[in-house]
């Protein structure tokens, strides 16, 4: 009797919850993360890499200017790519690095001008160039140099560069140290006729002297770089002659220097070279000639050096020539 109405208390205790709205237990476990609740309509962002790690893998394929200008006043700026100076003004450049290799117009070089100082100090190059002239137009670049103790090379993602036109209104042309000059017309490159001038604003024009005619640039086959010259991209024989150039800016006009454009049809190659004597039999006291001749583009530099059977105590005169044909 006492074991059914225990029975009936259970079940009247179980109707009771139903009717309250208790939840009943579930009868299997539940899965991780099935209560989660999942807003609605989200949209998920792409994992995107962290911007100091993107910022680094950029810089590491884009080359670093290190050239700095200095300005009046202690003053710094980068240079911009092209800068436009009058003559006798000074410029100093700076590079950074502890070991500096500079670039700049050749004839400085040649003649060992003295207004032209370059300096390596502890943490950057200096160059400095005073009392410019209309001449020292042209690029000045510099660039890292990595050494493993003698041997140095160039760091080709640390390098600065500008070019610089000192103008001078009596010197549009930039001035050399010839009054005639040999231009090789080659049909497996362009050539250059350099005619450069130190105020880019200036009506640059080439001429042929004979016959007297003005050559058009068409921008393709001829083109005007105004810090290089007149281009021929694919020169031919018909190119050949004496040409010049005329350039005009405020005022009169002016005549470069004239130029000789010769076309050689060489292969590109390293030269090719014969040896001759002149006898294959001397007796003491004779003289015997010895002929080496190397054909090759006109344009590349040939060293001879010569080897022969007591050449410490024999007398031996050398001489070498060039020909053009």
Partial sequence: ????????????????????????KSKHPKEPGENKIKPANKKMKPKLPKLKERESSDSSTKSQSIMIQVMDKGRFQKPAATLSLPVGQSIELRCKGNKIGWSYPSYLDTFQN???????????????????????????????????????????????STYIFFTDKGELFVPTSSYFEIVYLNPDKPAVIPCRVTIPSAKVTLHREFPA?????????????????????????????????????WGAPQISIKYQLLYVEVPSGPPSTTIVASSNKAEGGDNVNVLCIVLGEPDIEVEFSWKYPGEEVRHTILTWRCIFS
């Fill in 114 to 160: 003295s207004r032209l100082s370059i300096k390596q100090l502890d943490r950057y190059g200096q160059l400095i160039l005073a009392n410019s002239t209309a001449a020292d137009t042209g690029e000045y670049s510099c660039w890292l140099l990595l050494c493993n103790g003698s041997s140095c090379k160039k760091d080709e993602s640390k390098t600065g």
């Fill in 213 to 249: 005619e003005e050559i058009k640039t068409d921008g393709t086959n001829i083109i005007y770089d105004v810090k290089k010259g007149f281009i021929y991209q694919h020169p031919t024989s018909d190119h050949k002659g004496v040409v010049y150039c005329r350039a005009e800016s």
């Fill in 1 to 24: 009797m006492r074991l059914r109405v225990l029975l009936s208390l259970l079940l009247l205790h179980e109707s009771l919850q139903n009717v309250t709205g208790q939840p009943a």
